[in-house]
């Protein structure tokens, strides 16, 4: 198993009237490409706030490199968390910010970062005050890519790109990474864009990871069966249903299981369809389901594959 | 340490934050106070404040400083720590850079006589009528002062939000006419003028200096636990 670079444990933060983070547990392993999934306020960016020790837990503890990255340049040099509201000093322009990353990042790469922005079309020399949503993407997207930093963030970094720029965010950051390896965590909601380059998948909703596993694991892992409303519930008796719509008397449910060849057969003669769940669907379904008070089959999903990395 | 310098230079990336603007603003501050003083008909030595000012500049430098540039510090991984040691060296550079502009603008002034119009810009009566290095700490100290205040507001409201500013600011000007009231009902006022009067601009000074260590030392303290 790769090496521990990240570690949450017992994590909570609380707010007047919400815990943002509700005992978060986790640990990243070095050189993998994590994607850190949820709704908006679901907590994904306190989590890495508090990691980057940007922010503070109330309680609990997050190591980082094996230590609290809180006022320790020996952890902070290895870290790039650009946040999605950013702010940069009054006077600066984005080539002022480029600048300024070199002096911080042992490994930055100029030559990359002149090469983003001339993909994005980004006005090195206009006041960043006055750049648009998606050219202030841009800027954050372009320190992530060319600090190389071991540990690197980005939240939310699509925010106001177009889809061609979304694109080549998503290439330029796949063809870095696999000539310097290093640890990413993206954290999105536009689950099905990223879905391809993730390695690895952590969902956390209302402040708990309510799933945290391979994402090769998790593309097999639930399925759709659909068909005749009857057959349908017949089959999948006693299974965990994660979703069930019908329409008339058909039904199409989706369930968190994995299906045998044998079952898979059996569907088959039964004349039920079944169809793979994109990663989306499974986050949303969920997510859903954990609202309605699913948690503890979620919370053993987590544990299992905690205990599979072990 | 490296990390720390690196903060500092960081800054002087866009050299008109700290030095293109200060030196705009003081170059157009001198000629306007230079053009009123040619127009005022009188053949002695006029006085005017214009050299101050920079000093309001400083000031909203020291809240950007941390409403600005202490998130962006953090979003590069900059120890909390780092950032205030280089930007309160960085600061202190600035302000002596400029305290020596002034000390040269001062002696010029006595040489030409008021740049040939009687008109005294960087010389400020009893401020300046000591030794050299008297003048050069007030206007260090006075510099400080300014960014340091305004570093130690913005530090309160990024850390406890309008709500802090407010207490604060209420706070100390309650606790101002407190001491108003006090030294009226017990009737210090002879003594604190008697004080005042005592007092050289060396020794002010140095008490401006004490208080700029306390506010300083109160922004670090509250920098530490501030998030971006």
Not at chain 1, 49 to 63: M, N, R, V, Y
Not at chain 2, 129 to 145: K, L, N, R
Request: hydrophobic share 45%; glycine share 10%; with cysteine.
């Amino acid at each position: 198993m790769n090496q521990t670079i990240v570690e949450a444990r017992n994590l909570i933060k609380h707010y007047k009237d919400l815990n943002a983070l509700d005992d978060v547990n986790l640990s990243l392993s070095a050189n993998r490409i994590y994607g850190l999934l949820g709704r908006n306020g679901a907590g994904k960016t306190t989590l890495m706030s508090i990691l980057t020790a940007q922010a503070f837990a109330t309680s609990g503890e997050a190591l980082v490199f094996g230590e609290s990255a809180y006022e320790n340049d020996a952890v902070l040099s290895r870290i790039c968390f650009i946040r999605e509201s950013q702010k940069y000093p009054d006077d600066f322009q984005p080539q002022h910010a480029f600048r300024s990353a070199a002096l911080f990042y042992r490994n930055w790469d100029q030559g990359l970062a002149d090469r983003l922005a001339e993909d994005f079309q980004l006005p090195v020399k206009r006041r960043i005050k006055k750049l648009s949503r998606g050219q202030l993407s841009a800027v954050g997207v372009i320190i992530g890519l060319a600090s190389r930093a071991e540990l690197t963030f980005f939240d939310e970094p699509y925010l106001g790109l177009d889809a061609v720029a979304r694109q080549l965010f998503y290439d330029r950051l796949v063809e870095d990474y696999a000539e310097h390896p290093r640890t990413i965590i993206l954290s999105s909601h536009l689950i099905d864009e990223v879905a391809n380059l993730l390695e690895h998948v952590v969902v956390i909703d209302k402040g708990r990871i309510i799933m945290d596993a391979d994402a090769e694991q998790i593309r097999g892992s639930a399925v759709t069966v659909s068909g005749s409303a009857e057959k349908v519930d017949a089959f999948l008796a006693g299974r965990s249903i994660l979703h069930r719509e019908t329409l008339g008397s058909l039904a199409s449910v989706t369930v968190d299981e994995v299906l045998s060849g044998r079952e898979r057969a059996q569907a088959q003669e039964m004349g039920l369809e079944l169809s793979p769940v994109s990663l989306q669907q499974l986050v949303v379904r969920k997510t859903m389901a954990g609202g309605a008070g699913a948690s503890a089959t979620s919370g053993d999903f987590a544990n299992d594959t905690l205990e599979a990395r072990r | 340490m490296s990390r720390t310098v690196a903060v500092a230079r960081m800054q002087l990336i866009n050299k008109w934050t700290y030095i293109g603007w200060p030196l705009t603003i003081l170059a157009a501050s001198f000629i306007m106070s230079l053009a009123i003083f040619a127009l005022i008909p009188v053949q002695e030595g006029k006085y005017g404040g214009g050299s101050q000012a920079p000093m309001w500049y400083f000031l909203v430098l020291g809240i950007q400083s941390m409403t600005l540039v202490f998130p962006f510090s953090q979003g590069l991984s900059i120890s909390r720590r780092a950032f205030y040691l280089g930007t309160l060296s960085l600061f202190s550079l600035i302000a002596l850079g400029m305290t020596g502009l002034y000390l040269l603008g001062g002696v010029i002034e006595k040489a030409t006589n008021g740049w040939g119009v009687y008109g005294y810009f960087f010389s400020i009566p009893w401020v300046t009528d000591g030794p050299w290095y008297s003048t050069a700490a007030f206007f260090f100290v006075v510099m400080m002062f300014m960014f340091i205040v305004g570093f130690w507001f913005a530090t309160i409201y990024k850390r406890w939000g309008t709500g802090g500013t407010v207490v604060s600011t209420v706070g100390t000007g309650l606790v101002l006419i407190g001491i108003g009231a006090l030294s009226t009902l017990l009737q210090w006022w002879e003594s604190i003028g008697t004080w005042f009067a005592q007092q050289t601009p060396l020794s002010l000074s140095g008490w401006a200096a004490l208080l700029c260590l306390v506010l300083a030392a109160g922004s670090y303290s509250t920098l530490r636990r501030a998030t971006p």
